[in-house]
Every structure is written in C-alpha cells, then in structure tokens.
C-alpha cells in the first residue's frame, strides 16, 4: 500500500497489527504477511502536531490563529496486487 502524502506520521494497522509508523513520504507498507483469506480489516492512524490543537486557543494578545499545516492522509491512497 501506498499513501502519497500525509500530515503527520503514519501507522497502519491490518487485522489489528500494526505494520510499524512512517514519518515521510511516500508511506509504502507491505501489507502481505497481514493478510487473512476472506475479509480483513484496514485503519490508517495520522498523528497530528501540537499545533494543530493549539490553534485552539487564543495567544497572549487573545487571537486565535488558524494551523499553517495540512491535516490527515493529504494524498492518495493506492493498494497494490503482486502476484
């Protein structure tokens, strides 16, 4: 799998496992020896920064500001099939 870009670290998780945390992009995750025949179950987790939460609330002078950075996946998300 391939996530081309994100605000933040990346963690994928397949069947609840996590396949480890990325900072930079391109994410790419090896989702092979995760796998079940039949369903199974993909979550993508993107941490954020403090900032993003700061922007919450009002500085010394009582603005609030909005976050500079992006949030979330940002990019695309592509699965590939090796076979």
């Known amino acids: 799998m391939e996530i081309t870009d994100a605000s933040e670290g ?5 069947n609840g496992i996590s ?10 995750f090896d989702l092979t020896d ?9 979550r993508i987790e993107v941490a954020t920064t403090l900032e993003r939460q700061m ?4 500085d010394q002078l009582g603005q ?10 940002t990019g695309e998300v ?5 076979s």
């Open 19 to 28: 396949l480890g945390i990325q900072i930079v992009p391109t994410y790419c």
């Open 10 to 14: 990346v963690e994928v998780f397949v």
């Open 64 to 73: 609030v500001t909005e976050a500079t950075c992006g949030s979330g996946i």
């Open 55 to 58: 922007a919450k609330f009002p």
């Open 34 to 42: 995760a796998l079940q025949e039949g369903k199974n179950q993909l």
């Open 78 to 82: 592509h699965l590939w099939r090796i």
